[in-house]
């Protein structure tokens, strides 16, 4: 009869703890680097409620579950994993009540072959967390068909559709994203914002 | 010489593997100088810290919340779980000390009771990534805090601000501690430096060498080992701070090392393995 009282007790207890949680799962680039994949952990810890935060450093998956009542948006997520200095890539919402939440995907629009211009573009950085928030940068812009950035070499080959892109227009999104080009430079402000892996030597004038 | 050095070359227990290590050795012909011998595939491990206690090699696996020993096959055989990102690790008077990033806490564990103590400091940790020991003196790099704190036997010291000076720093991730210096990798200003024991900087090694990350070290009678993690490569210095050897062959994001009985090992972060080097002399 007792143990048939506590089950009842702790059940209850249990129900009663149980918060509604959201599901949050964010596909993160370029997490090379323990240090800063472990930063990007710690500092999601910080966020009263969060529970469950899981990264995976070889996937780059970044998961957590967060109150439902809080109604964390998606904008909000990914705002505050860029400011961490990170790319997310996708992030899906599984709300508690069984909505689903997602980063529309990019578009992908055919580019005819004759306007389609390659070029290679020295782009300063340092890591894999640089080359994803280069990549990223470059994917935002219409008409890219094709970029690779290298590490070592800081060079960055892309195809792009003539019309609509120019090595001038490239570079000044990269520069907007913090790193450095030959035609176009960083603010200050931004680059002072990239993780501690990222923080490449400035280029001089 | 350094505690640790002490305490690793009286180890024994890792002779056999040495003995493998030597079999496999190929000998190069001209200066002295630190020559490749095996590679130990760690399956399933992403080593970041290193350290020998007693018979066993241990490494901080970091990516699975644990700490593991592995044998000269690169075999898990033992391993300590449950951990809150463990980083780098030291060995001292019997117990493994294991920095937890997680959980900015500083945790001895004993591994054959696997009893665990804290080890108890004078300020508030943030992301502890270092232990050394020396003695009774013992040291923390506190990671996010850009500090030092150091324990000289009677009080506590911290030493150290964000900055990019000289005695400043971004991101320590490593040091040591030895006779009369505590040696520090100072990760994202890509340098070590070297201060006296009152926290005072005396000299900065590695700026002409453009390291990308400097994320380990090791310090050993007459020589400095710095992993260059993002270059891909292990940096040999002498004390002055003169480079003798760039060591990067097969290396990719190799994150600490440690000499135990003449032996080099090195730990890669990205290929999942351990190199171990023989001195030629």
Known sequence: MISLFMSFLLMSTVAFAQKPMDAFEVQVDGLGCPFCAYGLEKKFKEFKGIKEVKIDIETGDFSFAYPAEKALSLAAVVSQVEKAGYSPMKTVITRANGLVETDAPLEVKDVALAAVQTKDLFVAGNCEMCEARILKATSRLEGITEAAWDSKTKMLHISFDSKQQSENSISQAIALAGHDTKLHKAQASTYETLPMCCKYERLKN | ?281
């Open chain 2, 1 to 281: 010489m350094s505690y640790r050095f002490t305490f690793l070359r009286q180890s024994l227990g890792l002779l056999g593997l040495l003995i493998l290590m030597g079999s496999c050795a190929k000998k190069a012909a001209g200066s002295q100088e630190w020559v490749l011998s095996k590679t130990i595939s760690l399956t399933g491990v992403n080593p970041i810290g290193l350290a020998v206690l007693g018979d066993s090699l241990w490494l901080s696996d970091g990516d699975h919340n644990r700490v593991v020993a592995v044998n000269g096959s690169g075999q898990v055989i033992d391993s300590i779980v449950s951990l809150e990102r463990p980083m780098h690790i030291a060995a001292h008077q019997g117990q493994l000390w294991i920095t937890q990033y997680g959980s900015d806490t500083v945790i001895g564990v004993h591994p054959p009771s696997m009893k665990r103590d804290v080890l108890a400091v004078s300020d508030s940790l943030d992301a502890p990534a270092a232990v050394s020991f020396f003695g009774k003196e013992k040291a923390i790099a506190d990671f996010y805090n850009h500090r030092i704190l150091y324990f000289n036997g009677d009080s506590w010291l911290s030493f150290g601000k964000e900055g990019k000076d000289l005695g400043d720093f971004y991101y320590p991730t490593d040091l040591q501690i030895t006779e009369q210096f505590i040696w520090v990798a100072d990760a994202y200003n890509n340098r070590v430096q070297v201060f006296d024991k009152e926290g005072q900087f005396v000299k900065v090694i590695g700026v002409p060498q453009k390291m990308n990350a400097a994320t380990g070290l090791f310090v050993s009678e007459d020589q400095l080992f710095v992993t260059d993690f993002e270059n891909h490569r292990l940096l040999v210095f002498y004390h002055d701070g003169q480079l003798a050897q760039v060591l990067e062959q097969d290396l990719e994001k190799p994150i600490d090392a440690l000499i135990v009985r003449d032996s080099l090992y090195v730990a890669d972060y990205k290929k999942s393995q351990l190199q171990l080097y023989y001195f030629d002399r």
